[in-house]
């Protein structure tokens, strides 16, 4: 019983602001803001090939400034105007843990879709993304399993 512990344990990834469940295979990389944070996950498959992306985005606003409403027109506006990409749909999406904005997106003519959600003073923007866009909707349901599993702290 406590190797089974350890193991589940390990599976999962947790910061201060979040867990997420990647399973055994990634790699990470973060990247510190003035504000937040960039933390990139690769998943890769039990051979090391790269599976699809996933990148947690955290930026903490002030607390005289107030969250954007990432279901609002403005936001979506404030996104296009970022991102250098298309909205091919914009839809909201429950997930086990969190609610969020989705919007899919072509961006280099690679799908991808990004998620926002606040938690308390914080605007977190999660993007998922494959190679190419075929690939990023097969892979979704790999995907989605792994977002079900990210709980805000």
């Known amino acids: 019983m406590p190797n089974l512990l350890l193991c589940l344990l390990l599976t999962f990834y947790q910061t201060a602001d979040y867990r997420i469940d990647l399973g055994e295979h990634y790699k990470s990389q973060k990247q510190e803001k003035p504000s937040g944070y960039v933390e990139t996950f690769t998943i890769k498959d039990a051979e090391g090939k790269k599976q699809y992306i996933i990148s947690i985005t955290k930026v903490a606003m002030p607390s005289v400034q107030n969250l954007p409403n990432v279901y609002g027109a403005e936001y979506k506006q404030a996104l296009l105007s970022k ?71």
């Open 83 to 153: 991102c250098g990409c298309s909205i091919t749909s914009a839809t909201v999406k429950q997930f086990s843990h969190f609610k969020a904005q989705e919007f899919k997106i072509i961006r280099n003519g690679k799908g991808a879709c990004i998620y926002s959600t606040t938690k308390g003073k914080k605007l977190f923007s999660i993007t998922y993304s494959a190679a190419g866009n075929k690939h990023t909707e097969e892979k979704y349901p790999d995907f989605e399993k792994v977002i079900n599993t990210l709980e805000f702290l």
